[in-house]
């Protein structure tokens, strides 16, 4: 077996000090890049190229989870938001929001929505799990089918749903199940939106869960490990092929940018030394490939 590839990132690109940095995103026409904190209730943003000076923070009264653009929408007017309840409508420039598809009526105060991503037919993929204060996370999460006239329930019975994403034909559907440390795969009908076939694709070997990922244009994953301060590259095989290792443990997700990844963390409050100074901090390396772009989700 080949060695992997490994990189090394010694210092953050940004220190916003998130408790939960989550949901990178890029937005290639202006080049910024935006992530949230779930447990701040912040909307970050920063322009690629003018670094870390440009780094902006929205203030929201709402657990933001997961963002994408709308397709024919500006998305320095307005974004898709996931939140407590199901699916939003943000208005940037105002700082609010409209929530356009519930999970639930009523709502279900005991779960909030996680990780979540636009398919190749616009429709948004939104995991639920437990929600903070709640004791320890329970077998009540989903994973949600919705767009802005319904909501279908796909997979339930999960503790922790993570991030969903579509290879580069379209035709498989990765999702991520971090409690039990598994990444599984489904064939995906991209016209009617239906999912069969679920398989193991990757199971997890170390004391980490893994947490949110991105697909790159030669189809590896690149998969952050909660609780082991890397990014794992795995390979169309389900092999660990490569790693980029950060100074802090709770790597939450990443974003291509360019050939460039972008790394979100989480606080890191019982940890020593660097990983609990650099805790909730932004990391930025090369990695000499590209990512596939993410779907952007239709309101019509």
Not at 1 to 13: E, F, L, N, S, T
Not at 143 to 153: G, I, T
Not at 206 to 215: A, K, M, S, T
């Amino acid at each position: 077996m080949a060695a992997i590839q490994r990189w090394k990132v010694d210092k953050p690109w940004l220190e916003p000090h998130c408790l939960l940095g989550e949901g990178p995103f890029y937005e290639k026409k202006t080049n910024t890049v935006r992530f949230v904190d779930i447990k701040k209730k912040q909307l970050h943003r920063v322009s690629v190229a003018e670094g870390p000076s440009s780094l902006t923070t929205l203030q929201l009264d709402v657990c933001p989870t997961v963002t994408a653009d709308i397709a024919g929408v500006d998305s320095s007017d307005r974004i898709l938001l996931g939140v407590k309840y199901g699916l939003a409508i943000l208005d940037v420039r105002k700082g609010t929001y409209e929530l356009i598809r519930p999970f639930n009526e009523p709502h279900n105060e005991r779960v909030r929505s996680n990780d979540g991503a636009a398919d190749p037919h616009g429709r948004f993929w939104l995991g639920t799990m437990t929600d903070f204060g709640l004791g320890p996370f329970q077998t009540e999460g989903s994973l949600f089918r919705m767009d802005p006239k319904s909501c279908e329930e796909v997979i339930s019975g999960l503790t922790i749903p993570n991030t969903p994403g579509f290879s580069a034909d379209g035709r498989t559907l990765f999702f991520t199940h971090s409690s039990a440390r598994q990444v599984f795969a489904m064939d995906y009908d991209a016209d009617t939106g239906a999912v069969s076939n679920r398989r193991v694709f990757y199971q997890h070997d170390g004391p980490g869960e893994p947490d949110g990922f991105r697909v790159d244009v030669d189809g590896n994953l690149w998969h952050a490990v909660y609780g082991e301060g890397r990014v794992i590259k795995i390979s169309p095989a389900g092999e660990v092929v490569g790693e980029v290792q950060v100074p802090t443990r709770n790597v939450t997700c990443c974003q291509f940018v360019g050939t460039e990844l972008v790394i979100t963390t989480a606080a890191d409050e019982e940890g020593e030394g660097e990983s609990k100074e650099f805790g909730g901090a932004v990391f930025r390396v090369d990695v000499g490939t590209r990512g596939l772009d993410l779907h952007e989700f239709r309101l019509e």
